[in-house]
């Protein structure tokens, strides 16, 4: 019976491997399609829930374009690092994940707004019931994830940048 690398989280790595860890290749390798997802997410998340308004149409032309260009960024300078079998390093994972977080966080609770009185909706609003403590509380819980997002990002595109995988193994 072979040993597969990565098939077991008991076994040791083999020597060659060692620097790669598991959460690092599998958050490399779920990069492209987590990143698309999430930034679909922050667009359109509020809908899931039946919350729509005049945000769809903001965000389309202002918060979108930006995450999408931070995205491709990380992605590509994650993709470029040195080193076999690719993957980012624990910070690097760690801080990608933290990004994916708060980005998952903002697209579900941002609250929107229309063009009458009661269309102030979020996430906390259509499951309690409408009450500007709630609509306050979804805000500031929208905002506590941008805040995790942008901080997370600027750590990962640090990592990325500075503190990039060696080319060889340690020995």
């Not at 990380?74 to 980005?103: E, K, M, N, Y």
């Not at 579900?108 to 609509?135: K, R």
């Amino acid at each position: 019976m072979s040993a597969v690398p990565f098939s077991s989280p008991w076994r040791p790595l083999p020597p060659s491997l060692s620097c790669v860890s598991t959460l690092g290749r599998q958050t490399l390798l779920w990069m492209i399609p987590v990143n698309l997802l999430l930034v679909a997410w922050v667009w359109l998340g509020r809908i899931v829930f039946g919350v729509g308004g005049w945000f769809l149409l903001i965000f389309m032309l202002s918060v979108v374009p930006v995450l999408l260009i931070a995205m491709l960024v990380s992605t590509i300078l994650a993709f470029t690092q040195d080193g076999r079998p690719r993957a980012l390093t624990p910070l690097q994972a760690v801080a990608q994940l933290a990004t994916w977080a708060g980005l998952f966080v903002l697209g579900a609770f941002m609250p929107d707004f229309g063009d009458t009185e009661d269309s102030q909706l979020s996430l906390l609003t259509q499951v309690f019931g409408y009450s500007d403590s709630l609509y306050d509380l979804s805000f500031l819980i929208a905002l506590a994830g941008a805040v995790v997002a942008v901080a997370a990002y600027a750590v990962l595109l640090g990592a990325l940048v500075f503190a990039r995988r060696p080319a060889t193994a340690p020995a």
